[in-house]
């Protein structure tokens, strides 16, 4: 019910920027948190930020100070600025949104979007 529609990935140099986008749509009565999460093959997905609606952060040890999440809370999306990328950030990035439908609580994931860092 609840659709994520990501976009903004794609390929960079190292030093350069990107910013990836997610938008919520769906019969949501609220959102609690909205985040951005990172794969490579054979590893763990692993924690890149978080914003609850409230605006509070939580970003990544290996991205702090580099990328920058932030939301439109009126149209339900989440940004995350992506600053002097190295190759090591490659990976496939999605979006992650925990909220509350009339019918209960939900947590919704995005279909990913590549990232890749190269020269």
């Known amino acids: 019910q609840v659709q994520l529609v990501e976009s903004g990935g794609g390929l960079v140099q190292p030093g350069g920027s990107l910013r990836l986008s997610c938008a919520a749509s769906?019969?949501?009565?609220?959102?609690?948190?909205m985040g951005w999460y990172r794969q490579t093959p054979g590893k763990q997905r692993d924690l890149v930020a978080t914003?609850?609606?409230?605006?509070?952060?939580n970003y990544g040890g290996s991205v702090k100070g580099r990328f920058t999440i932030s939301r439109d809370n009126a149209n339900n999306t989440v940004y995350l600025q992506m600053n002097s990328l190295k190759p090591e950030d490659t990976a496939v990035y999605s979006c992650n949104v925990r909220g509350r439908l009339t019918t209960g609580d939900f947590i919704s994931w995005g279909q990913g979007t590549q990232v890749t860092v190269s020269s």
């Open positions: 769906g019969p949501i009565f609220s959102i609690y948190a």
């Open positions: 914003i609850t609606s409230g605006g509070s952060t």
